[in-house]
C-alpha cells in the first residue's frame, strides 16, 4: 500500500510537470501562467528601474498650460510651424518626432472666403488683389508647416492598422527595407492591412517618418514590448522611437540578425537589430522590451506654450532629442505599463529612445524556451521524486532553497547580462509540487493516524500512535516473528473477591486498579493487547522496534507492584478489600500481527514464549512473589538485580528453565540483600548437588532471618521429601509442574 501510495505521488507530481510542459512548448498555454509571468516581469521591473532623470531626450507636452494659453487642440499649423522653428532656430534641438499624425487638410475658413472672392468679383480689383496676396502666404497653413519641416531632421508619425475594413490614408514615410520574394514571410513580422499617415506635403517635407502604434499589446492591456519593424507590402518601416534613435547617430542602415528556425528551415528567427553599433535585442517577431527607467516624469517635459512664448530655459533643449505628444488627460494618450496605470504614450517612446542609445534594453532569447522547458523537467523530476521522501520540515527548507536559488539566478541575469528568463513557471511549480505533496502525505498521514488509533488507540499511548504514524513503513500487520517481551498481570483471589462485592462496586474497583496499570505499561511504552476480566496482558517490541523492549516490561512490571502496594491504602480507606497481583514476565521469538476471523481481527502475540509468560505469572502463587521473569529476560535486563527462584519444568515443555525474583536495580540493592542473594545461590547448588544437610543449613539460616519469605520454606520441605524419597543419580534439580 505504501508503495502505491508513493507511486500515486509520483503520477500526480509527473502529470502537474508535463501541464507546465505543455504550457511552456504552446502545446496548451494555460492563460494562468501567462498572467504569473507578465506580474513576475513587471515585479522585476519595479524593482530594478533606475528611477533618475535623463536629460538626453526631452517632452514638448501639451499640458494643461497649453491647452489653456493656446487653445484647445487640435492647432491650426501655423502654430505646430511656428514652435517648430523655434525648436531648431532658438532652441538648438538635435531632432523632433511628432507623436501624432496630421493626416487632414489644415483649411483656414476666412482664407478659403478670400481665394473664392479673388477668382470672383473682386478679380479685377488690383487693390484686393495686392492685399490678398501680402496674406496668402500666412493662410496657407500645410504649407507653413511643411517648410518648417524641410532640411530639418524631423520624424512624423505614423499609425497602421490591422481591421479589415480600414483604408490607407495618408502618405507613407520611405521604407527602411525593402524584402524581396525570398525574404517576404520568412520573418513573422507584423503585417497591418492599412494605415493612416501624413498629408503628402507633410510627410515629403519631413526628414523620415515611424509608426506608433502597438499590435505587440499584452491581453491585459499593458505595454511591456512594442513592435520596432512592420512589413507593409514587403517593405519593411521602423518604428518612431528607432527612427528618431537612428537619426541621432547618424542614420546609419539597419541589418537584420536572424537564425534559422531548427524546427523550420525555411524560417527565420529574427534576435536583433543593429543600427551602426548599437545591438538592439528584439523576438521573432521584432518587438522590444521598453526599458522603463522610471514612473512618469521621468524625463523633462517642457509645456508647449513655454517654447511658443520662448520662455523655456534653452539650455533643457540644446542638442536634445524631442518628442511631441501629450500627457493631458483630456486627450487620451495615457496608457497602461508595469509601473503606472495612467502612463503618457509619448514617454513611452522617450524610453525606448533612450534604451537604444544606453544600450539598454532587455533581451529575451529564443534559447529561454528551451532554458525553460529543461528547468521545469529537472525540477519536475527532482521535486516528484525528493519531496515524499522527506518529512515536512525538510520539505519547507528543500523547496524554499529552490526558490531562492531560481529567484537570485533570474535576477542575476536581469541586473548584470539585461536577460529576462522565465521565472513565474520554475517558481510555481516547486510552489505547487510541495504544496501537492505536502497536502497529499497529510491526509494520507491523517488517515494513517486514524487507522492506527482505530487500530492501536486502546492499547497504545497516544504519543506512541503518533510516532508510529511517522515510521508506518516499520509497521508490519500482516504477521512476522519478532524477539519481544510479554506481560501477564492478574489479581489473586479475584474470584472470592468478586463473590463478595456488590457489581457497581465491583466495576469501579477493577478500574480503580486496571487504570493505573494501563497507564504504567503506557508509559513504559507497550501495548496492551487485552483485558481478561482482571488480569491484563501487553507487550513490548511491537508495532514499533524496541531495542529496550525486556527493560520497559521490566520496568512496568516493578512499577505495577510498587502502584498495587499504595492503591491497598487507598483501597482500604474505602472499604474495599486488599488487592495483590501477579505478574509474570517472558522474553523470546513471537508471532506478532493480525489475528482473528473475518468479522473480527486482533493485533495479538502468539508463540512458546508468550505461553511461559502466562505459567511465570501463575507461578508466583506459588513461590509468594509479585513478579517471576524467565531467564532470557534476566539476562536481557542486567540493570535489575535477581534472586533465582527455581528451575522448572513447565506443563508442555521437557526442558527445565530458570526462573527468576526481580529484586531491584542493580544500583538501590544494599550490601545486606545482596549477601542474603549469595547465600541462597549457595543454598541452591548444594541443593541441585543433592547434599541436601548443606543446602538445608545455608536456606534454614536465611528462613530464621525472614520468616515471611515462602521461598525458603519450600525448599525447606522440598529437602524434606528428597530424604525421604531421594531423587534419580540423574536428577538436574528441577521440579516439574503438572497444572498450569
Same mark, same amino acid.
Given at each position: 500500500m505504501r508503495e502505491i501510495q508513493r507511486y500515486i505521488r509520483y $503520477?500526480?507530481?509527473? $502529470?502537474?510537470?508535463?501541464?507546465?510542459?505543455?504550457?511552456?512548448?504552446?502545446?496548451?498555454p494555460l492563460t494562468a501562467l501567462t498572467v504569473l509571468e507578465n506580474l513576475t516581469y513587471d515585479a522585476r521591473l519595479?524593482?530594478?528601474?533606475?528611477?533618475?532623470?535623463?536629460?538626453?531626450v526631452i517632452i514638448i507636452d501639451i499640458d494643461e498650460k497649453s491647452l489653456g494659453e493656446i487653445g484647445h487642440w487640435p492647432w491650426n499649423r501655423n502654430v505646430i510651424a511656428n514652435m517648430n522653428n523655434q525648436l531648431f532656430d532658438h532652441y538648438k534641438i538635435k531632432e523632433i518626432g511628432y507623436d501624432m499624425v496630421f493626416a487632414e487638410e489644415d483649411i483656414d475658413a476666412g482664407g478659403k472666403l478670400l481665394d473664392q472672392m479673388s477668382q470672383g468679383p473682386l478679380k479685377g480689383d488690383k487693390l484686393f488683389q495686392k492685399e490678398y496676396q501680402k496674406v496668402r502666404s500666412t493662410l496657407q497653413r500645410d504649407e507653413l508647416f511643411a517648410e518648417s519641416l524641410r532640411n530639418r531632421k524631423t520624424i512624423m508619425g505614423v499609425v497602421f492598422l490591422n481591421d479589415e475594413t480600414s483604408v490607407a490614408k495618408g502618405s507613407l514615410p520611405k521604407p527602411v527595407a525593402h #524584402?524581396?520574394?525570398?525574404?517576404?514571410g520568412r520573418i513573422d513580422f507584423f503585417t497591418p492591412k492599412a494605415y493612416t499617415s501624413n498629408l503628402k506635403i507633410l510627410q515629403d517635407s519631413a526628414f523620415a517618418g515611424g509608426f506608433f502604434d502597438n499590435p505587440a499589446l499584452d491581453d491585459d492591456g499593458v505595454f511591456r514590448r512594442v513592435p520596432l519593424l512592420q512589413e507593409h507590402n514587403g517593405q519593411l518601416h521602423e518604428s518612431l522611437a528607432l527612427a528618431l534613435a537612428r537619426t541621432a547617430i547618424g542614420s546609419p542602415q539597419i541589418e537584420l540578425i536572424v537564425e534559422t528556425n531548427p524546427e523550420n528551415n525555411n524560417e527565420l528567427l529574427l534576435e536583433w537589430v543593429k543600427i551602426g553599433d548599437l545591438h538592439i535585442p528584439v523576438d521573432d517577431r521584432g518587438n522590444a522590451l521598453v526599458p522603463y527607467i522610471g514612473k512618469q516624469r521621468s524625463f523633462d517635459y517642457i509645456s508647449a506654450a513655454d517654447v511658443i512664448n520662448k520662455t523655456a530655459d534653452i539650455n533643457r533643449l540644446k542638442d536634445k532629442i524631442a518628442l511631441f505628444g501629450t500627457s493631458a488627460p483630456g486627450l487620451l494618450d495615457l496608457r497602461t505599463t508595469p509601473l503606472e496605470t495612467s502612463f503618457p504614450g509619448v514617454e513611452i517612446h522617450a524610453n525606448i529612445i533612450q534604451g537604444i542609445l544606453d544600450q539598454r534594453i532587455m533581451q529575451k532569447p529564443g534559447y529561454t524556451m528551451g532554458f525553460e522547458f529543461i528547468l521545469l523537467v529537472i525540477l519536475g523530476l527532482s521535486l516528484t521524486v525528493l519531496l515524499p521522501r522527506l518529512s515536512a520540515t525538510w520539505g519547507v527548507v528543500v523547496s524554499?532553497?529552490?526558490?531562492? #536559488?531560481?529567484?537570485?539566478t533570474n535576477l542575476f541575469a536581469w541586473t548584470q547580462h539585461n536577460t529576462v528568463l522565465p521565472l513565474a513557471t520554475p517558481v510555481l511549480l516547486t510552489v505547487v509540487l510541495f504544496t501537492l505533496q505536502m497536502i497529499y502525505g497529510f491526509f494520507i498521514e491523517s488517515r494513517g493516524k486514524r487507522h492506527l488509533a482505530h487500530l492501536f488507540g486502546q492499547y497504545v499511548p497516544p504519543d506512541l500512535v503518533n510516532e508510529m504514524s511517522k515510521k508506518m513503513e516499520e509497521i508490519n500487520l500482516d504477521g512476522e516473528i519478532k524477539n519481544m517481551t510479554v506481560l501477564f498481570s492478574d489479581v489473586r483471589n479475584f474470584t472470592t473477591i468478586s463473590e463478595n462485592t456488590e457489581p457497581k462496586e465491583l466495576t469501579e474497583l477493577i478500574n480503580g486498579f486496571l487504570t493505573p496499570i494501563t497507564e504504567i505499561i503506557h508509559h513504559q511504552r507497550g501495548t496492551i493487547d487485552k483485558y481478561m476480566g482482571d488480569a491484563v496482558m501487553a507487550f513490548w517490541g511491537a508495532p514499533l522496534d524496541d531495542d529496550q523492549h525486556a527493560l520497559h516490561a521490566m520496568n512496568a512490571a516493578m512499577l505495577m507492584t510498587e502502584r498495587m502496594h499504595n492503591l491497598r491504602q487507598e483501597f482500604a480507606a474505602r472499604g474495599w478489600p486488599e488487592i495483590r497481583v501477579g505478574v509474570g514476565v517472558n522474553t523470546g521469538d513471537m508471532n506478532v500481527g493480525n489475528k482473528g476471523s473475518e468479522f473480527r481481527v486482533d493485533y495479538?502475540?502468539?508463540?512458546d514464549a508468550v505461553n511461559l509468560g502466562s505459567r511465570l505469572?501463575?507461578?508466583?502463587k506459588i513461590y509468594g512473589v509479585d513478579i517471576i521473569v524467565g531467564e532470557a529476560t534476566k539476562y536481557a535486563v542486567p540493570e535489575y538485580e535477581y534472586r533465582e527462584l527455581d528451575l522448572v519444568k513447565v506443563k508442555g515443555k521437557d526442558e527445565p528453565i530458570a526462573i527468576y525474583e526481580p529484586i531491584g536495580l542493580v544500583e538501590n540493592v544494599d550490601k545486606s540483600i545482596r549477601q542474603d542473594l549469595k547465600r541462597f545461590n549457595i543454598g541452591l547448588k548444594h541443593y541441585r548437588s543433592q547434599h541436601w544437610d548443606e543446602a538445608e543449613r545455608e536456606i534454614f539460616a536465611l528462613s530464621s532471618l525472614d520468616k515471611d519469605r515462602k521461598i525458603y520454606q519450600i525448599y525447606l520441605d522440598r529437602i524434606m521429601q528428597h530424604r525421604k524419597n531421594p531423587p534419580a543419580a540423574d536428577w538436574d534439580g528441577s521440579f516439574t509442574f503438572t497444572s498450569k
Open positions: $503520477a500526480l507530481g509527473l $502529470a502537474l510537470t508535463l501541464m507546465f510542459l505543455l504550457h511552456v512548448g504552446d502545446k496548451y519595479k524593482f530594478t528601474v533606475p528611477n533618475k532623470q535623463d536629460n538626453q #524584402l524581396g520574394d525570398s525574404m517576404r524554499f532553497s529552490v526558490v531562492s #536559488l531560481i529567484v537570485a495479538t502475540v502468539l508463540g505469572e501463575g507461578l508466583t
